[in-house]
Structures are given as C-alpha cells and as structure tokens.
C-alpha cells in the first residue's frame, strides 16, 4: 500500500518498484492519514509505504493506529524530511525502515528488500547522525 498525498510521487513509486519483483504488488493507494489507517485495517498489507506530511492525520499518528488495526503490516516510511527528531518520531511507531524520498531511486528497493527480510533500514543519509544520537535503536 502507497500512502501519499501527492499522486504523481504514487506513481513514480509504483514505476519504480514493481517492474522490479513480478511478485509485488500495490493493493491501494491513498492520499490521507486518516484513509490509509482504514484501508490498512481492512486490506492488512504486507507492507505500507507512508509519507509523514499527509492531510487529516500525519504519517506518524497513522502509523501508531495501523500498529493497533493492522499489527502484522509492515511500515516504510518515505518522506522528505530528514531531521533526526522526524525520524526518531517515525521509528518509534513501530516502524520498519525510513527512507528520504531524495534518496528513493537508489535505496527503495533495497529498503523494502530488507524490510520483507524482517530486518530494518535507514537512509544512508541519516544513519551516521543516528549512530551518533543514539537516541534511536535502529539497527542499520
């Protein structure tokens, strides 16, 4: 499931990930918070990739309450920002990765690989200002 509100940022993320594995698919898409905690309790995907800056309810207040209706969904947060206290915020969802979208065609299919391997993954980016915080436990 692809959670953004900007529909030309959906496609550009279903061009880029599914030519890549036959065996994924996009169950939905949707542009707001508040859809996505519905659409996820309903459809329970193996995965959802989440923007933080949605209408109606932000990606993080989205994923803590897909964490109580669709516990086993996988969350991948893909936004643009990349300020350590967002992330920290996003990753203590619950959350299975976080990746800026500045870096999406190089690290997004990795990051959903790994992720589906039940590991974690950070944007390169972040990942030594979060080893040096260590605020976040977030293995990388």
């Known amino acids: 499931m692809v959670v953004d509100d900007f529909a030309p940022w959906r496609r550009f993320v279903s061009l880029l990930l599914l030519p890549k594995n036959p065996e994924w ?72 990765g976080y990746v800026v979208k500045l870096d999406a065609a190089r690290e997004l299919i990795d990051a959903v690989e790994t992720v589906f391997h039940g590991e974690k993954f950070i944007s390169e980016r972040l990942r030594e200002e979060v080893r040096r915080a260590q605020r976040i436990s977030f293995e990388t």
């Open 25 to 96: 698919q996009i169950v939905c898409e949707v542009s707001d918070g508040v859809e996505a905690v519905r659409r996820a309790g309903e459809l329970r995907p193996d995965l959802i990739l989440m923007d933080i800056g949605l209408p109606g309810l932000d990606g993080i207040e989205a994923a803590r309450q897909i964490r109580q209706t669709a516990a086993d969904s996988r969350i991948l947060f893909l936004s643009g920002f990349d300020s350590l206290d967002l992330v920290e915020a996003a990753v203590s969802t619950g959350a299975d």
